[in-house]
């Protein structure tokens, strides 16, 4: 499934199985541009990036986790990280994420990837937008190709 692919709203009673939720968002290209898309710069300067998705893909797994760890969070992507607090999370994007959609409930997180971290790829857009697509679902807010313009998930005005 594609992230920001237009899903049924799912209804789960206390007495289902936690659900897993798979999002599979594409690699990029930058042609150029690349850096004018941060606030710092473009709110001062403008910013432009023609950039195209590739067929090379992040794969991140999502679920609830169940209250019988000791742990809270469980990540996993090229480390495994077992925490009891979003603050201890050692992953930038997972701790930001977590902490911005303010998340309580413990989940568990895989990462996949088509393509290696740090690739010039687009591959930690692509794990960000993946996993925020993934609580959302989660939390049962689905958010469509087409809806996604209109509201955004994060703002550089908080």
């Not at 939720?21 to 990029?28: A, C, L, V, Y």
């Not at 541009?33 to 950039?51: M, Q, R, S």
């Not at 469980?74 to 990280?81: L, N």
Request: with cysteine.
């Amino acid at each position: 499934m594609a992230a920001g692919l237009i899903l049924p709203k799912l209804q789960f009673s206390e007495a289902a199985p936690t659900p897993m939720i798979i999002t599979r968002t594409p690699f990029r290209i930058s042609f150029f541009g690349g850096g004018t898309d941060y606030p710092a710069w473009y709110l001062e300067h403008g910013g432009l990036v023609l950039a195209t998705t590739i067929d090379k893909y992040c794969y991140i797994t999502c679920r609830r986790l169940p209250p019988f760890f000791e742990h809270k969070h469980r990540i996993v992507y090229s480390h495994i990280e077992n925490v009891r607090e979003i603050a201890e999370i050692q992953h930038p994007a997972v701790r930001a994420v977590l902490g911005w959609l303010k998340v309580e409930e413990g989940l568990e997180i895989h990462h996949d990837g088509d393509l290696p971290a740090r690739s010039g790829l687009g591959s930690s857009s692509s794990f960000t937008v993946g996993l925020l697509h993934a609580i959302r679902a989660l939390r049962g807010q689905y958010v469509s190709k087409m809806s996604w313009p209109a509201r955004p998930f994060m703002s550089s005005k908080r």
